[in-house]
């Protein structure tokens, strides 16, 4: 039971639920309700396959991540290490690999490979990323938080590009999903820099005694509050005007929704953020950071509704 109670930690089981839940609500209150009589027989099937590929590549990119971070984790999270601690590092490289190559065996099963070629190709470029991130890129200058953005966002854009061809993605048949699909993706980027930016706060003591170079160390604390504050501008600012259009719809239920689920504490969020400076501050703000992503994750059920 600790050994598995371990595993659970080391994967992030709470992040894999929130990958999971973003792919299954995209498919059920957004593609579904769009499309219709249109679904392919063989769409579920594809579907379910594409998720587990993507949770199996996700969780190999955690296990990689903490056994590059041990020295870092000893200084940042003592009591939350598991690699080394309870896992052998043997045994995490092993859990890597194998669920890295599950991942990408599951993108080709789960495609038409020769029509959705360049999705498979995309797959495998997110592990060698993930690998990449774990040995150099969360070590630089912001290299690390791009990287991480991009692939929150792509966990929408993969099950948006496995339904409609690169070549029809803006086409006036697929409007609405190809604008929806960017507008979550957008939303998952934005809050993850935000997020990684608190985070790189956070994890100062341990980043900084190892010769790590994220903002905080390069730029020094303030510079980067102001960065994270301004793209929190930028998405509190995004999500008002948003607002606005969809009030022109009378859709009352997303605006009663979004304003105080999502926007406000946004508005908390960077607030805080100016009269934070310890640890346990900033945690407070990442875990806060967290909720509204969860929350932004629960509006696809809005457009259930709204079809």
Known sequence: MRLIAAFLKLVRLPNLFFLALTQVLFQVCIYYPLYKDRVPAEDLTRFIL????????ATAGYIINDYF???IDEVNKPRRM????VIHRRWAIAWHFMLSGAGIILTVLALPFLQKWYLVLANILCVALLWFYSTNFKKSLLTGNIVISLLTAWT???IFFSKVDLSDAVSPDHSRFFRLAILYAGFAFIISLIREAIKDMEDMPGDAKYGCRTMPIVWGVNATKVYAAVWLVVLIAILLILQVYVLQ?????AVAYSVPAIIFPLTVILFKLKNSNTTEQFHTLSS???????TGILSMLIFYYYP
């Open 249 to 253: 719809f009378k859709w009352w239920l």
């Open 69 to 71: 971070d041990i020295n």
């Open 50 to 57: 594409l998720v587990f590929a993507s949770l199996f590549i």
């Open 288 to 294: 806060l950071t967290k909720l509204v992503m969860l």
């Open 82 to 85: 598991v690699v080394d601690k």
């Open 156 to 158: 929408i854009l993969i």
